[in-house]
């Protein structure tokens, strides 16, 4: 019995040397998690910029989605969190591939721990330019005229442009571990745990690897990336473990 988790792949980011190469790393991990896999969480920025258009899908990750179909269809239920660059999927991925999709956070209980999933993105962050940027991506309007009015090609470069604009911006200002006072996921956690029962908390995002026990004694994992660190997290039914995939 074992839950894997994965998050912050950004396939098909820019800033990526080798995108093939990167795409069958993650591929290797899938080979290595169907194995023993009770069931696999995908938490979010699996691809860097994912975009269904009426009658277009982006290209290139056919390798992956082809290995996540045999997943899905060998009966191991497979995850897929939105996140905040990946979050345009309007029924492809259930429908052709075969994942669950969720949209927002769930609680869930595995093997009698109750667990908080979620990407992470907007949980406990106060910044008002991004949360302006989040209604905006999850207007409905804009979905919607953005899917009926921007040819699909230029939809795609566009998105991928703005990723690696938004990835070089953040790269010159943004720190490491803020510290559990700063820390937006810590912050939402410590205040979640205190009215809710929940063992352990997962999520990604933030592209650090985190393992911190609350007050409460929830535990909160934040769990990299996989495009750097190559960080993912195993529940084994007694203890949640963070690994890296080498």
């Known amino acids: 019995m074992k839950y894997y988790f994965l998050s912050d792949a950004h396939l098909g980011s ?44 982006p290209t290139g990750y056919e390798p992956l989605l082809d290995k996540l179909t045999e997943i899905t269809r060998s009966g191991i239920p497979v995850h897929f969190f939105t996140g905040n660059h990946d979050l345009w999927t309007f029924g492809f991925l259930e429908k052709r591939i075969g994942l669950i999709v969720h949209k927002k956070p769930i609680t869930v209980t595995l093997a009698g721990k ?30 919607f005229l953005f899917r009926t009015l921007v040819p699909p090609k230029l939809g795609f470069k566009l998105g991928l442009a703005w990723s ?25 956690a410590k205040k979640h745990s205190a009215t809710n029962p929940i063992d352990y908390y997962i999520m990604g995002h933030r592209h650090i690897v985190l393992n911190l026990l609350l007050a409460n004694k929830s535990q909160l994992f934040i769990i990299g990336d996989f495009m750097e660190e190559f960080s993912y997290a195993v529940f084994d039914g007694e203890t949640v473990n963070l690994l890296n995939f080498d």
């Open 14 to 57: 820019l800033v990526i040397k080798d995108p093939e190469a990167h795409q069958q790393k993650l591929i290797d991990w899938l080979d290595m998690a169907k194995t023993d896999a009770t069931e696999i969480f995908l938490l979010g920025d699996i691809f860097d910029f994912w975009f269904e258009f009426w009658k277009k899908v």
């Open 114 to 143: 109750r667990f908080y999933l979620a990407h992470g993105d907007g949980l406990g962050d106060k910044d008002f330019a991004f949360r302006c940027l989040c209604t905006i991506f999850h207007s409905k309007i804009c979905q």
């Open 164 to 188: 690696k604009s938004n990835r070089q911006k953040r790269a010159q200002t943004e720190i490491g571990y803020k510290g559990e006072e700063k820390e937006s996921i810590v912050i939402f």
